[in-house]
């Protein structure tokens, strides 16, 4: 749950990525929100039992967070602009794809359903939250 709330602080590094390298302007509301949001996120650090986040699982989080703010930059940049919005999202899911084969590949280990049926969870999750949320972001932009 913890790691699924710190993702959500792509907004904060598309914003500082428009800021450093696009020369966006930064207003006050938006230095605001940024610290409002990293005030929140230090929250989460620390458990109410003592017991603090894995460095690993938050710097795995941050990874994706700057790589999905990234994507939104790209997507927003003149050169894919013109690109169809199916297509952008075949190549990010071809490239998830090839990232997730090499893993399998290096040894993690992979459970396949056993029965014909349960096969339609696992096709669910990646079609509904992330092939839609995908396209639509895609489109949105």
Known sequence: GIASTLLFV?????????????REKVTMLTVLCILMALGGIGLLFKGGD????????AL????SALSYAIYIVAV???VLKEVATLKIT??????????????????????LPEKWYLWFTPFALAFFPTTISFLFTTAAI
Not at 10 to 22: E, S
Not at 90 to 99: A, P
């Open 50 to 57: 003592g017991s603090t986040l894995s460095l690993t699982g």
């Open 76 to 78: 927003n940049r003149p």
């Open 10 to 22: 792509y907004p904060i590094m598309v914003a500082l990525i428009m800021a450093a390298f696009f």
């Open 60 to 63: 795995l989080v941050m990874t």
């Open 90 to 111: 075949f190549y990010i899911f071809l490239f998830g794809l090839s990232l997730f084969l090499v893993r399998v590949y290096f040894g993690a280990s992979l459970i």
